[in-house]
T-cell receptor
Framework: KAGVTQTPRYLIKTRGQQVTLSCSPI?????VSWYQQTPGQGLQFLFE???????NKGNFPGRFSGRQFSNSRSEMNVSTLELGDSALYLC???????????FGEGSWLTVV | GESVGLHLPTLSVQEGDNSIINCAYS??????FIWYKQESGKGPQFIID?????DKRQGQRVTVLLNKTVKHLSLQIAATQPGDSAVYFC??????????FGKGTMLLVSP
């Protein structure tokens, strides 16, 4: 069974641009969540989707958004990029609440 | 890959020793807890989990202990190997499929 797949793995963007990151969950998993990881703040929850509905959202500005498609694949978007958005963005999937949550390898975003 | 685990508490052990990594969690309503291992440049890898109706769970070479009274988790790794060197995170599940992570501990295993 394939794991959680994230694309792209590495990308460099300029301040003010926007970026879209993609995540394909493990087959059969309907919950997809996103996390930001930085050296200073550690792993922080961004948002979680289940069956195309956002169920929970972390404490991030509105520049961070996401969506989930009917096939459970998910995308997250960051608009008007700032230097501080440089981070590893991790996607995780799960069959549903209370089940094991598995992570992808992440997308490394560098904002210059 | 880049490192995302700078300035973390570090545990240094010799190969073959037993390792114990501790973690305090914050939400007394959390009923599901997971330990992850993260190697440099990779995403967190599931190690073991435990539900709040248990106080101990064993896996292959790993044991997780849960003390709900003081909101404390520990991960014990038996016969630690160089391949166990990584950053270890505990995470609590406060609801839905979301996780709140601890700050992480870097485990360094010397041959």
């Amino acid at each position: 069974k394939a794991g959680v797949t994230q694309t792209p793995r590495y990308l460099i963007k300029t301040r003010g641009q926007q970026v879209t990151l993609s995540c394909s969950p493990i087959s059969g998993h309907r919950s997809v969540s996103w996390y930001q990881q930085t050296p200073g703040q550690g792993l922080q929850f961004l948002f979680e989707y289940f069956s195309e509905t956002q169920r929970n959202k972390g404490n991030f500005p509105g520049r961070f958004s996401g969506r989930q498609f009917s096939n459970s694949r998910s995308e997250m978007n960051v608009s008007t990029l700032e230097l501080g958005d440089s981070a590893l963005y991790l996607c995780a999937s799960s069959p549903g609440a209370g089940n094991t949550i598995y992570f992808g390898e992440g997308s490394w975003l560098t904002v210059v | 890959g880049e490192s995302v685990g700078l300035h973390l508490p570090t545990l240094s052990v010799q190969e073959g020793d037993n390792s114990i990594i501790n973690c305090a969690y914050s939400n007394s309503a959390s009923d599901y807890f997971i330990w992850y291992k993260q190697e440099s440049g990779k995403g967190p890898q599931f190690i073991i989990d435990i539900r709040s109706n248990m106080d101990k769970r064993q896996g292959q070479r790993v044991t997780v202990l849960l003390n709900k009274t003081v909101k404390h988790l520990s991960l014990q790794i038996a016969a630690t190997q160089p391949g166990d060197s990584a950053v270890y995170f505990c995470a609590e599940n406060p609801g839905y499929s979301t996780l709140t992570f601890g700050k992480g501990t870097m485990l360094l295993v010397s041959p």
